[in-house]
């Protein structure tokens, strides 16, 4: 037990920088403390003390707004940061070196008995918010990403984001590389703030990229026939297009702002 207690804050230190010593993490961490209490419930609920198991969970989700099932099966080294409002079902399993993050659900989608929460291995970390429904699998190395509704079995080493959870591939295709190039030629980063995000409107933004490098590659086909025809034609680069040529709020502002100005005594008749 007491091996096991210190493997859990060796943990702590591995995984959340704010913490400075053992006697703070003992004291002040609740997601030790409810893990400390479920090793306690689950040992009375393997032994048959059902209702006494019960009872101590209940007392652990009173003392650390951390919820977990009695019934649960919790691997080594498991780390909940923050903890409030996590809660996890009664037949889930969780592997060795998972993290989990506050308001993470492990969840079951059916009324049946029998196998209906998530199954976690080993590495798996759970974003805040995040909900993991069903008699799933995340496998080894597995990423949920914050507020994502994983409904779905997950790869090893995969990261699921968004709702409903859907896998992140890395952009290593032509067609990307390709998109970044115009991108970067026309002044414009289109993955500035998420990069591998499967956002709506990356996507639309990706086929104009498209469109555009579809465009520049005619226009490129139509200049060499013309050249091959001995029509002389300039060199030029495409400018780069600066922010406050895509829309300045700034200067919209500004000009609307001396648009509605009351005028001042003696500019009236300047």
Known sequence: ????????????????????????IVTTYPGIHAVIL???????????????????????????GI???????????????HGMGVVIGETAVIGDDCTLYHGVTLGGTSWDKGKRHPTLGNDVVVGAGAKVLGPITVKDGGRIGSNAVVVKDVPAGATMVGIPGRLVQP????????????????GFDAYGTAEEMPDPVANAIDCMLDHIHAMDSKMEEMCKAMRSM??????KELP????????????????????????KAGEINS
């Open 230 to 235: 001995g029509a002389e034609l300039p060199e």
């Open 1 to 24: 037990m007491f091996k096991r207690l210190r493997e859990d804050i060796d943990c702590v230190f591995e995984r959340d920088p704010a913490a400075r010593n053992v006697f703070e």
């Open 240 to 263: 780069e297009l600066k922010s406050c040529e895509i829309g300045n709020g700034e200067t919209e502002a500004e000009n609307s702002a001396e648009r509605t100005r009351e005028p």
């Open 38 to 64: 479920h090793r306690m419930s689950h040992s009375l609920w393997n032994r048959g003390w059902k209702w006494l198991a019960r009872m101590l969970s209940v007392f652990s989700r009173w003392l650390t």
């Open 171 to 186: 952009k290593r295709s032509t067609k990307d590389q390709q998109r970044a190039a115009i991108a970067k030629k026309i």
């Open 67 to 81: 919820e977990i099932h009695p019934g649960a099966s919790i691997g080594r080294r498991f780390f909940i940061d």
